[in-house]
Nanobody, 119 residues
């Protein structure tokens, strides 16, 4: 069983910055990838950024150049650094760890953290 928890959300003015953290805990596990997702009010959840087990990253076009995904050395904590925030970045941000349990991979979600960009 893997538990995932996000932190670091809050209220920020347009142009400001925030850093979200996401930590996975539990018995030993093999991480395939970790993604940050967001769900704006009354919209579908969307992928924002992803980092694979070998460190490859990818971003939604809407956040490229503004957001950076990174991780600590064990890889069990993943960060999302968000700069030049815009009101349209307002959403609940979720983290998901894709855990390998051969022959399958299971996605473990956190509870989400609210990010509000407003003056």
């Amino acid at each position: 069983q893997v538990q995932v928890a996000e932190s670091g959300g809050g209220l920020v003015q347009p142009g400001g910055s925030l850093r979200l953290s996401c930590t996975a805990s539990g018995s030993s596990f093999s991480i395939a990838a970790v993604g940050w997702y967001r769900q704006p009010p009354e919209k579908e959840r969307e992928l924002v950024a992803i980092i694979t087990s070998v460190g490859n990253t990818d971003y939604a076009d809407s956040v490229k150049g503004r957001f950076t995904i990174s991780r600590d050395n064990p890889g069990s904590t993943v960060y999302l650094s968000m700069n030049s925030l815009k009101p349209e970045d307002t959403a609940v941000y979720y983290c998901a760890f894709d855990i390998r349990v051969p022959p399958r991979t299971y996605r473990n979600w956190g509870q989400g953290t609210q990010v509000t960009v407003s003056s």
